[in-house]
């Protein structure tokens, strides 16, 4: 009985496996990486497409953007590569066609509940001036600064530390198109 090349039987039925023939490669020694890392600890924050996510509810289309792919920590002016991300979002609100919309803007819970109401409507206002200056909403189009009042994942951890992951994904600007008007 033969079962394949790499094995034969052994008298009395039992398989003995043949070595291999040919030469082994050695394995070198690790080679270091090289080119730039990630610091332990650093969020990496996606850009483009990558930072907008769309979620369909009743009467509503919503467009979330991280905050941190367009402002700086505590910042409402946009940082340089802002610009990829919003104009990947502008043809996502060219397809809710004439649907009114409203520009939100969130914060995390770092700061008080005035700092953060103004800082949210600021960062509204920002994004709304690059989009309506790029034609993708009207130059009038409302917004709303929420500041922490609606957190979409936790500032802390269940042990009371801070989460920083969790405040990332609470800095964010929403656009939300009313589907059903």
Known sequence: MVVGAAAQTAPGGSYQIQQPKGTWQTPGPIQQPTGP?????DIQVPTGIQAVHAEDQPCARRLSVLGDA??????????????????AVGPEIAKAGAHPLIIEGHTDAIGSDAYNNALSLKRAETVREWLGS???????????GYGKTRPVAPNQTPDGRDDPEGRQKNRRVDIVIDTCH
């Open 37 to 41: 890392w990630q610091k332990p600890g």
């Open 70 to 87: 367009l402002f700086a920590f505590d910042k409402s002016d946009l940082h340089s590569d802002a610009e990829e991300t919003l104009a």
């Open 134 to 144: 790029h034609r993708f909403v009207r130059v009038d189009a409302p917004i709303k």
